[in-house]
């Protein structure tokens, strides 16, 4: 995910009125460090866990295909040197 979607997974977050400890014990991780790198763009939230994510942040799963499309299609595009027409 990019910084900027881990800037919405903070609001996410926030919103549903969870701690990043309390969000990661709810997904199952023992450390709230887990929750941090997604929120600061370090790594991404695993495809197994949209679902459990959609119902903890009260929104549709899409949100989070949605993103991790988008960020699978800037990666391809940053490999092969190309940009998006639109």
């Known amino acids: ?10 609001q996410l977050r926030e919103k549903a009125g969870l701690t ?4 990661a014990r709810g997904l199952g991780y023992t450390t709230p460090q887990f929750i941090s ?3 600061t763009g370090k790594s991404r939230p695993p495809v197994s ?3 459990k994510l959609a ?4 929104v549709k799963v899409d949100v989070f295909i949605d993103m991790h499309v988008e960020h699978t299609r ?3 595009e940053r ?3 190309v940009k998006r027409r639109n």
Not at 20 to 23: G, I, L
């Open 20 to 23: 990043q400890a309390a969000f």
């Open 55 to 58: 119902k903890m942040y009260g």
């Open 37 to 39: 790198n997604w929120e």
């Open 79 to 81: 490999v092969l040197k």
């Open 74 to 76: 800037k990666r391809i």
């Open 1 to 10: 995910m990019t910084n900027e979607h881990g800037k919405v997974l903070k």
């Open 49 to 51: 866990k949209f679902n």
